[in-house]
């Protein structure tokens, strides 16, 4: 097989699985059913690992697959670009996807919808790979709407909870409006650069660095400033970046595999992704990056706050991400896109590793997601509970696992940075070192040490908190069989398909941080896919005090970053095994923070009522005074009245009589006789 | 062969054998007859697309006949590039819609049968005429069975829907006669083609502008003349919804390149900012009104306004990109707005009710159909891969060439679409059983799983491989956008 053929095969065999179980999965079986997406997704994963070590020894592909469409001289195709970019970004995402192929078996075990489900997470992984081979804007933006396609399938799984199917929508409609920047993004390159394909455009960039756009009055915009805003906006609904980061924390309301592989590891990366790929464009403009960065900052710091207050394991997690998301964002606006991409790689493993484990929990506690109703689980669940370990170490940034040696080259990237708003950034990423840790170890020490708070005979909870628990709403409605049943008994350690990937996904969140951060960042692992420029090259700077990993982690250890994920883990120990009545009075001290905090800022709040409420009542003004007032009430039947009475008016004339007819032929004659008279 | 004409009157000629031979009691002949006519309708236009040469703008198939010589009126029909898709868009479509009334209609089949035949054959005759009398015999006729469909088979308002909507689409046409009539005096012929070379001042080509506007801004239709399309579909049965809006709204789209750009071209350049800002109201507008509504067919039908805006939007951008986005979206929202229509008929079938609020949680019981009406839906809100991606996206695309700020507006369609119709979908498919009636539904039936099997394989393979539907119209559009770019003065 030629590797042309190889490339093709990737992303199809996945593709081939989805569809053989989605349209006749029920006839399979599930078991035949799962094998087929899994051998999918396995001969992606292993087909990924051949393409990589082939990009590493120095292979490159550009090619077109077929001609999608063509008008006039303007040609769109699906094709492939295969570099160092996309090889790191196939082998993460089937990798992580085969890992949660092989633990949906556990955690889907007697869920109705078994089949529907491998059948949307192996379409999603081809949609995903289409994303990140593209060699053009055009199969971008498919695979970037397939992906939001799957997601919101997959965030309303479970369709009859409210909860889920207001949750898809709404993370729908949040990613339409980043799609809607994205498209026009597209659109300015396309009218500019007379071509969609990405190398022509890569190569065309330098023409268009003064080049000037009118928008609005006189005032004259930087062409390239416009359009990387405008895709900018794309990767902020992708990427969940404020304000447009609303839909990830309510996409939890999908099962906890496709949080994983979806809201964590590879689609909310896209967007990361993305820009990393159009850095050619961006370095052109600092006005961008500048955007990119004080978005990522706020995004890192803000999120990372709410993070604290969430009770819901998941949610906890989520919020984590979105702080997550925040800083690869922030390294994009520095101009380190490799730092970026070395955090998503790491992140990607860890993050999918820490939800991995909280799905681990949810189902020994029989559906479970509250980390009061949790505690002392590590007794119980000991693999789970290393691997979890293992995860917030990393994510809190503490040497040598993987977080560690990312996100401190992305803060060293901050710091040198001379990009406008690289102050802010700079005291954001910090400070989230703090808060990162804190929420971290909090969710660790809530779930797994201290006392049990659940009831260790029995079930997690009766039927009727079950009831009151908002996210399990659909659930009590026995639409969603308990998978897991409700047949008691204290905590198990899930079965080996849920915690084999748990360890797999740990092993790469201790070892990638020193493995590939020295070729990543300072190497020449990118080759040509990512550039930068001369005056933002802030890791060209760090390149010069590089002395190796060891250095590095010395340095680390001696610097304020380490200490202040070290003061997070502490603080967290203090408040939840030490003193736990701290939190509270913490609480009650802080009442309108905690209350801000608690309302997520009243993001939503605001979008229901401006945005969701506005459109609304907008709609029914239109319909009600547009359309059926003044169109068809004034206009359509006016005009059918105005006839009516015309001809009621006209009826009269002709009264039959005739002396009427005589008097008029009498008024008509004395009045073309006055007018014959008076001419 | 004459293609052409077959294509006109085999349908039309079934339809009449359906009157005469169908029997109210024994409506299964009817069916039979109306089916293999229907067939042998789309049969005969498979050759146009096989043996069309996409190298030339030049108009082929051609048949020419005498008709009325006095006033050399004649009986000439021709295809090029444009308007050969919708020839075999409506036959495919007769098809379906056959196929589609096979039991749910059970008063008057043969009648039911007959008119949608004929309305076929006229509307092929529309697409195909070369004439413009001829042209206007086949456009106003087609008015008549379309009436009848909804003032027979309609639902409790449907005298009122059937009568705005001939008055509507009457009175809109009646000046077209009299331009007609005036280009047949300055050139001597009433051929359109030759339409094409007559000079024209730009007062008279204004004039004539408002005269072929009206009549074909109505049938589109476009703001502000629109309102007539949701009281015809909400009350038009099932078939009818799926006939006027894949096939009779794009005749009115149809005329706008047929008769106003190339026979208008200065008026039509002068006047081109005053049809972009409607056709964007339409997206804008009509986007917000669509999300408010409560009945189920009313909110398809504000959609089709939504996406017809981008067809008219397109060809007033006067770029290969812009116009072939537009044809292309005529031919997608051909296939999408048949395929919601009959998901909506299929529930109305069962639980007769149009309203979103009967409804919640349909997935439940009908899971093969939720399958397909997500598809479906995901299609009129333009997700890639389906075929209401592909024009959008070309006519958006085109906009922003043209100014960012008419691509910005078009391209909140992404937004609207997507909310309007994903928020029908969640209300109507997903959330628990909402009442007895959707707890009792019985899913697809074979019939009407292989209706919408068929729609969705076009859908999806347009969407993947748009590329031999847009090849076929090259030639066609650059030979249009030449004739709009040389002025008549």
Not at chain 2, 94 to 107: F, H, K, S
């Amino acid at each position: 097989m030629t590797m042309q053929q190889l490339y093709l095969l990737i992303p199809l065999a996945p593709l081939a699985g989805a569809v053989a179980v989605g349209l006749f999965g029920p006839k399979l079986g599930r078991g035949l059913s799962h094998w087929l997406c899994i051998l999918g997704v396995a001969v992606a994963t292993v087909g990924s690992i051949v393409v990589w070590r082939d990009v590493m020894a120095g292979a490159r592909f550009n090619g077109d697959v077929y001609t999608w469409l063509q008008s006039g001289s303007l040609k769109l195709a699906i094709g492939f670009l295969i570099d160092p970019l996309t090889a790191t970004m196939m082998v993460v995402v089937t990798f992580v996807s085969l890992m949660v192929h092989v633990y949906t078996i556990g955690y889907m075990a007697e869920d109705p919808g078994y089949t529907r489900f491998f059948s949307y997470i192996s379409l999603f992984t081809f949609s995903m790979l289409m994303l990140v081979m593209s060699n053009n804007f055009v199969q971008l933006f498919f695979g970037w709407e397939a992906v939001g396609l799957v997601s919101y399938l997959l965030i309303g799984f479970w369709y009859t909870r409210p909860t889920a199917i207001y949750a898809n929508l709404k993370a729908f409609l949040v990613n339409r409006v980043g799609d809607f920047g994205f498209l026009l993004g597209i659109g300015l390159i396309l009218a500019w650069f007379g071509t969609l394909d990405y190398a022509q455009v890569f190569a065309r960039a330098g023409e268009f660095e003064g080049a000037k756009l009118n928008l609005w009055g006189a005032a004259e915009w930087s062409l390239l400033t416009v359009t990387c805003i405008c895709l900018f906006v794309g990767a902020m609904g992708k990427s969940a970046q404020v304000p447009l980061h609303v839909w990830l924390p309510d996409s939890m309301e999908g099962p906890t595999p496709i949080s994983a592989l979806i809201h964590a590891a590879t689609m909310v990366t896209a967007g990361i992704f993305m820009v990393a790929r159009m850095s050619p464009l961006f370095e052109l403009s600092d006005t961008a990056l500048s955007f990119v960065t004080v978005i990522g900052a706020t995004t890192a710091l803000f999120m990372a706050f709410l993070g604290i207050v969430q009770n819901d394991i998941k949610r906890v997690v989520a919020y984590s991400t979105l702080s997550q998301l925040g800083y690869m964002t922030v390294a994009l606006g520095v101009s380190a896109y490799s730092a970026a991409i070395f955090h998503l790689m790491t992140h990607a493993f860890f993050k999918a590793l820490l939800f991995l484990c909280a799905g681990s929990v949810i189902i020994a506690l029989h559906h479970e997601q509250d980390l009061r109703k949790m505690g002392g689980l590590r007794r119980y669940m000991p693999v789970t509970w290393i691997t979890a370990l293992v995860g917030s170490l990393a994510l809190a940034g503490v040497p040598p696992f993987a977080g560690f040696f990312s996100k401190d080259a992305i803060i060293e990237a901050v710091h040198a940075s001379r990009i406008p708003g690289h102050g802010y950034a700079y005291f954001a990423v910090l400070a989230g070192v703090f808060i990162t840790a804190f929420y971290s170890f909090r969710l660790l020490f809530l779930a797994f040490h201290g006392k049990a708070r659940f009831d260790p005979a029995g079930q997690a909870h009766s039927h009727d908190e079950h009831a009151a628990d908002r996210h399990d709403a659909g659930h009590e409605a026995g639409d969603e069989p308990d998978a897991h049943g409700h047949h008691g008994g204290p905590p198990r350690e899930s079965p080996w398909v849920v915690t084999l990937p748990l360890v797999l996904l740990a092993i790469p969140s201790v070892f990638t941080g020193w493995t590939y951060i020295e070729p990543m960042l300072f190497g020449d692992y990118f080759g040509g896919a990512i550039v930068v420029r001369p005056e933002h090259a802030v890791l060209w700077e760090m390149k010069n005090e590089w002395r190796g990993v060891a250095a590095f982690v010395q340095h680390g250890v001696l610097s304020l970053p380490f200490w202040l994920a070290l003061a997070g883990i502490a603080a967290a120990w203090y408040c939840y095994l030490v003193n736990p009545a701290l939190p509270a009075r913490i609480k009650s001290a802080i009442g309108p923070v905690y209350t801000l905090l608690d309302n997520k800022y009243y993001f939503d709040r605001f979008n229901d009522t401006v945005f969701a409420g506005g459109a609304r009542r907008l709609g029914g003004f239109l319909s009600r005074v547009g359309d059926a007032t003044v169109i068809d009430g004034f206009f359509v039947n006016g005009s059918a009245r105005l006839v009516g009475w015309a001809a009621a008016m006209l009826r009269h004339l002709q009264s039959g009589y005739v002396y009427h007819y005589a008097f008029a032929m009498i008024v008509g004659f004395f009045a073309m006789l006055t007018w014959w008279v008076g001419r | 062969m004459p293609y052409l004409s077959l294509a006109i009157w085999i349908p039309i000629a079934a339809g009449l054998a359906v009157l005469v031979y169908g029997r109210d009691r024994d409506a299964g002949l009817a069916r039979w007859i109306a089916l293999v006519g229907a067939l042998a309708g789309l049969l005969v236009t498979l050759p146009l697309w096989v043996h069309f040469n996409p190298h030339t703008s030049d108009m082929q198939f051609v048949e020419s006949a005498e008709w009325i010589p006095r006033f050399d009126v004649r009986y000439l029909l021709g295809v090029d590039g444009i308007s050969m898709l919708f020839v075999l868009l409506n036959s495919f479509v007769t098809l379906l819609v056959v196929w589609a009334g096979w039991e749910v209609i059970e008063d008057r089949v043969a009648q039911y049968m007959a008119a949608f035949l004929i309305m076929s054959g006229l509307i092929n005759g529309s697409f195909v005429a070369l004439d413009g009398v001829l042209f206007y015999v086949f456009f106003e006729a087609l008015l008549i069975p379309m009436y009848l469909i909804i003032g027979v088979w309609g639902g409790p308002n449907r005298v009122y829907a059937a009568i705005k909507f001939f008055l509507y689409t009457l009175v809109g046409s009646l000046l077209m006669l009299v331009a007609l009539i005036y280009l047949y005096r300055v050139s001597e012929s009433f051929s359109i083609l030759d339409w094409y070379l007559v000079p024209l001042s730009l007062k008279t080509q204004l004039l004539l502008f408002v005269a072929f506007f009206l009549a074909f801004a109505v049938k589109v239709p476009m703001w502000p003349v629109h309102t007539w399309l949701p009281d015809a579909h909400v009350e038009a049965p099932t078939g009818g919804s799926v006939v006027l809006a894949a096939i009779t709204l794009k005749i009115g789209a149809y005329g706008f390149v047929r008769f106003i750009l190339p026979i208008l071209p200065d008026a039509s350049r002068y006047l081109s900012g005053f049809i972009v800002t409607l056709s964007l109201v339409a997206v804008v507008y009509i986007g917000f009104v669509a999300l408010v509504q409560g009945d189920m067919k009313k909110l398809i039908a504000y959609s089709s306004i939504s996406h017809m805006g981008f067809v008219t939007l397109g060809f007033f951008l006067f770029s290969q990109l812009g116009a072939e986005g537009a044809l292309v979206q005529m031919i997608s929202h051909g296939f999408v707005s048949a395929a919601m229509f009959l998901c909506v008929g299929v529930m109305y079938d069962r639980v007769h009710s149009r309203q979103i609020a009967d409804y919640g949680g349909v997935a439940n019981t009908m899971p093969r159909f939720a399958a397909f009406m997500v598809l479906f839906a995901m299609a009129n809100a333009g997700l890639p891969a389906t075929s209401g991606f592909v024009g959008e996206f070309l006519v958006i695309l085109a906009a922003v060439k043209v100014n960012f700020w008419l691509g910005f507006l078009a391209a909140t369609t992404l937004i609207l679409g997507a909310a309007y119709t994903l928020w029908m979908v969640k209300r109507v498919i997903f959330g628990a059983v909402a009442n007895a009636q959707v707890r009792e539904l019985a899913d697809l039936n074979r019939r009407e799983f292989w209706l919408l099997a068929v729609l969705a394989a076009l859908v999806i393979g347009m969407g993947v491989y748009p590329k031999p539907f847009v090849d076929v119209m090259h030639t066609s559009v650059a030979d249009l956008l030449a004739h709009v770019a040389k002025s008549k003065l």
